[in-house]
């Protein structure tokens, strides 16, 4: 009868965090002691150390404060790749569905999202601290665990003072209260109440220079428009935006691997695709952020500001890399690896306001996990190259050499859309945080807002009393002789036979709806923007339209104009 | 009527003559969670259908299945000296 004396050594646990992934495939598990020291985020406020460690496909980040009083993971999957061949590869190597070897379709595997829940068990110093269930995982996004949010350390007033937003005002707030934002965190992959399919049409609270909530908070503190504002931050870890260069570990740097694309299968040029390795197509419950630049959200870049959480910092920073790389065509055929994609001006308002941000506030000297001040700015500089050949004279087309529009591939004139841009322009100028040469462009550019509500007594042109009009087409290039506001005018009157001048009172806003009433507010919030940036032409539109959104038929309306365009002039 | 007997034959198992384990992980890290396996028994010969015994100061914190899997029985804590153990393949 044989028989066996066996020993079984227990040993204290690795000091530090671990996480256990218990997935559908078997359990990864993470530990700090393991992972390699990748270097501390030293903010204004926050002092964070971070390790890493990968496997396969899954990278966690060990963050604990440097004083040991606040513990953070963060679970990423497939964010990391292989940038130093075409076609570009994922961690483990796969291929973009879409990619092409030789003519011939890459090999799969091919990425694909995690769509069967798993749970996630935090320890630390061996002891259980936390467990996450996760109902999927998208590729390319994230989630954390933090053993507490880190507190709001400034407000408004700094957030201004360091030229980081452009002053609100309450005062310029019409028909606006705060709601119960009733938005609270729910966990990994949470959307905390953003538009999912983000193509969506119309306004919503989290399009816009800061986020309607953002602004409640700023303005009137209040605790559901704090909770709701650092929960929709967090979800910006749901977004499929977080792409790394292995190399570096930090988000790919756009200058250095120029005109990559989200954009899967139509963006080969010099033989090679630049498509960054996706999950197919389709989207696996509603739950699922379909992207789209032209209404991109800032979700996280006041919470930053607000926190100095660099957990939001990174989000800024993939959400301005998201602005490059949404398309790479434009910038391709400009040269310009940094430029915001600008299909459509709304487009290019909210990535410049990215790229501008990024470039403006990123840190100097930051750990190898986030990218440089010096790696934005040429992001800036790239974006200023283009502001300046769409309106030195280096275009033909009239859009832009008679209506001064910035985002050339617009087939339409939509006010709205110049608005927004018009806001970011003059926070741009306000600032002085950027290259004097931005002066002459912006001055440029401010013509069309200007053109839309030109005093009549400086000459014929388009009827100011109606100054935010909804995509008025244009002309076929090259536009007729002589075209300018007045015709375009005409033109519009023509394809809106609803629209009769002659029956409203002479020099009075009349809006067609209750949704011009709000479009005009915003066009007030652009005018008041465009002063600040010290432009003089503004102040007579700003004046007129000022009186008209303020007079008792149009308050009467009781259309909010919302927080989050109560920028002020002065 | 031709006569018949009832014969019952009985194959007896045989007797194990080696006993080997081959441990999960070299050590476990503290705090073990109950159901954790620890290793694998095997014995020799490959025939051998007897039981296992486990004995040993520490065998209250383990189980033995029937296929030789070693498990955590309650959770462990740190033993610097190890869990000892005594497991018997009988007969």
Redesign the interface.
């Known amino acids: 009868?044989?028989?066996?004396?066996?020993?079984?050594?227990?040993?204290?646990?690795?000091a530090g965090l671990s996480v256990s992934l218990a997935l559908q495939t078997g359990t990864l598990v993470f530990d700090q002691a393991n992972a390699a020291d990748i270097g501390d985020y030293i903010g204004p406020v926050v002092h964070q150390k971070c390790f890493v460690q990968s496997q396969g496909e899954w990278t966690v980040f060990f963050r604990p404060d440097a004083d040991g009083n606040r513990d953070e993971i963060v679970v990423e999957y497939g964010t990391r790749y292989n940038f130093s061949s075409f076609p570009i590869r994922s961690a483990t190597g796969m291929y973009d569905p879409a990619a092409k070897i030789g003519g011939q379709p890459a090999p799969p595997p091919y990425p694909a999202q995690v769509i069967a829940p798993y749970v996630a068990t935090i320890s630390k110093n061996?002891?259980v601290i936390a467990t996450a269930n996760v109902p999927y995982h998208w590729w390319r996004a994230r989630w954390r665990w933090q053993s507490a949010p880190r507190p709001v350390v400034k407000g408004l007033a700094d957030l201004v003072a360091a030229k980081q937003i452009l002053p609100l005002d309450l005062a310029m707030a019409w028909n606006t209260t705060s709601p119960n934002w009733n938005i609270t965190w729910s966990g990994p992959m949470g959307t905390a109440g953003l538009t999912t399919g983000m193509g969506t049409t119309g306004d919503r609270p989290e399009i816009g220079f800061v986020t309607e909530i953002q602004a409640d908070y700023l303005l009137n503190g209040t605790a559901s428009s704090l909770t709701a504002m650092l929960a929709q931050a967090e979800a910006a870890g749901s977004m499929g935006i977080f792409i790394r260069d292995m190399a570096t570990g930090a988000f790919v740097d756009f200058t250095a691997h120029p005109y990559l694309s989200l954009t899967s299968g139509n963006d080969v040029f010099g033989g090679k695709t630049h498509t960054i390795p996706a999950a197919p197509s389709g989207r696996p419950n509603p739950n699922y952020f379909v992207l789209d630049l032209a209404h991109w959200p800032a979700v996280s870049y006041v919470p930053w500001l607000l926190t100095d959480d660099p957990y939001f910092l990174e989000s800024v920073q993939a959400g301005g890399l998201f602005s490059i790389i949404f398309t790479n065509g434009p910038a391709q055929a400009r040269g310009l690896p940094g430029m915001a994609e600008p299909v459509q001006a709304r487009a290019y308002a909210w990535g410049l306001r990215e790229v501008m941000r990024a470039a403006a506030f990123s840190p100097v000297a930051p750990p190898s996990w986030l990218n440089s001040k010096a790696q934005w700015s040429n992001g800036a500089n790239d974006n200023l190259s283009y502001m300046q050949y769409e309106t030195d004279g280096g275009s033909t087309d009239g859009r832009n050499t008679i209506f001064h529009m910035i985002a050339s591939e617009n087939k339409a004139l939509a006010a709205f859309e110049v608005d927004y841009q018009d806001v970011v322009l003059g926070w741009i100028l306000w600032s002085g945080l950027f290259d004097a040469g931005w002066v002459p462009p912006v001055t440029w550019a401010a013509g069309c807002r200007f053109g839309l509500t030109a005093d009549p007594g400086d000459g014929p042109g388009w009827d100011r009393r109606y100054p935010v009009p909804y995509n008025v087409l244009f002309p076929a290039n090259p536009f007729p002789p002589g075209y300018g506001w007045l015709q375009l005018w005409n033109d519009f009157l023509a394809a809106n036979p609803s629209v009769n001048p002659g029956s409203w009172p002479p020099n009075t806003f009349v809006p067609a709806n209750n949704v011009q009433t709000g479009y005009a507010y915003w066009a007030r919030a652009s005018l008041a923007s465009l002063i600040r940036g010290g432009l003089a032409g503004a102040a007579n539109p700003y004046a007129w339209l000022y009186g008209q959104v303020t007079s008792a038929p149009i308050l009467a309306r009781n259309v909010p104009s919302g927080f989050k365009w109560a920028i002020s002039p002065s | 009527m031709a006569a018949s007997a009832g014969v019952v034959i009985i194959v007896n198992s045989p007797p194990s003559t080696a006993i080997t384990y081959t441990p999960a992980a070299p050590s476990f890290n503290a705090p073990v969670p109950a159901g954790t396996v620890m290793g694998n028994v095997a014995v020799q010969p490959p025939e051998w259908k007897g039981a296992f015994v486990l004995s040993g100061p520490d065998q209250g914190s383990f189980a033995l299945s029937t296929d030789g899997v070693l498990t955590a029985a309650v959770p462990l804590a740190v033993n610097t000296d190890g869990y000892k153990l005594i497991i018997t393949a009988a007969p």
Request: no cysteine.
């Open positions: 009868m044989a028989s066996i004396n066996i020993t079984i050594h227990v040993v204290p646990p690795p061996g002891a």
